[in-house]
T-cell receptor, first 121, second 116 residues
Framework: GAVVSQHPSRVICKSGTSVKIECRSL??????MFWYRQFPKQSLMLMAT?????????EQGVEKDKFLINHASLTLSTLTVTSAHPEDSSFYIC?????????????????FGEGSRLTVL | GDSVTQMEGPVTLSEEAFLTINCTYT??????LFWYVQYPGEGLQLLLK?????DKGSNKGFEATYRKETTSFHLEKGSVQVSDSAVYFC???????????????FGTGTLLAVQP
């Protein structure tokens, strides 16, 4: 299947600093990527939909000034956690959709990165 | 709105036991249904999927059948192994052929612990 790669896989930072997480689709082009956040022992919560060449669409309750998303190319989306605080510590996961999903019998399958664990001290 | 409900875990089984993890959904139209697995310290991986009623998804000995009449997509495996220990997420997505974006809606996940 398609490969989505996230970097870094783990990051520890001090409170007040900003952290950037990259999500890359390695063997397909993705016009749309999704950023999820997973709290311990809870499900994944969609944070935002990242659209190539346009502004991201944020879910209700997600601070767009806190979580900056940039989707500058068809293979790269970045999530920047600005002025991070301990409550931002979480597991962040991106997913990407093959832009050919509307052709043939594809079902809109999403491919997930391996996740990035952020710890804010 | 659309939602997915999974049985709460953890589910603890002995090796070679039969596994069922229940999943029901609420959605308008005809969603596609998925099971994802998350092994310790890793991201999600697609385990299996079904796109229409009565479809059966299968992979690695796991199976799930899309039951529209009961709005269910229960995950089953005849004989679990220690290596199957992971968190399993049921999810749905609705394909929008108008080209609009869609998103996965996840259940809360079920932790499976298989003991030797």
């Amino acid at each position: 299947g398609a490969v989505v790669s996230q970097h870094p896989s783990r990051v520890i930072c001090k409170s007040g600093t900003s952290v950037k997480i990259e999500c890359r689709s390695l063997d397909f082009q993705a016009t749309t990527m999704f950023w999820y956040r997973q709290f311990p022992k809870q499900s994944l919560m969609l944070m935002a939909t990242s659209n190539e060449g346009s502004k991201a669409t944020y879910e209700q309750g997600v601070e767009k000034d806190k979580f900056l998303i940039n989707h500058a190319s068809l293979t790269l989306s970045t999530l920047t956690v600005t002025s991070a605080h301990p409550e931002d510590s979480s597991f962040y996961i991106c997913s990407a959709r093959d832009q050919n999903w509307t052709s043939g019998s594809r079902t809109g399958e999403l491919f997930f990165g391996e996740g990035s664990r952020l710890t804010v001290l | 709105g659309d939602s997915v409900t999974q049985m709460e875990g953890p589910v603890t089984l002995s090796e070679e036991a039969f596994l069922t993890i229940n999943c029901t959904y609420t959605a308008t139209g005809y969603p596609s249904l998925f099971w994802y697995v998350q092994y310790p310290g890793e991201g999600l991986q697609l385990l299996l999927k079904a796109t229409k009623a009565d479809d059966k998804g299968s992979n690695k000995g796991f199976e799930a059948t899309y039951r529209k009449e009961t709005t269910s997509f229960h995950l089953e495996k005849g004989s679990v192994q220690v290596s199957d220990s992971a968190v399993y997420f049921c999810a749905l997505t609705k394909v929008n052929y108008g080209g609009a974006t869609n998103k996965l809606i996840f259940g809360t996940g079920t932790l499976l612990a298989v003991q030797p």
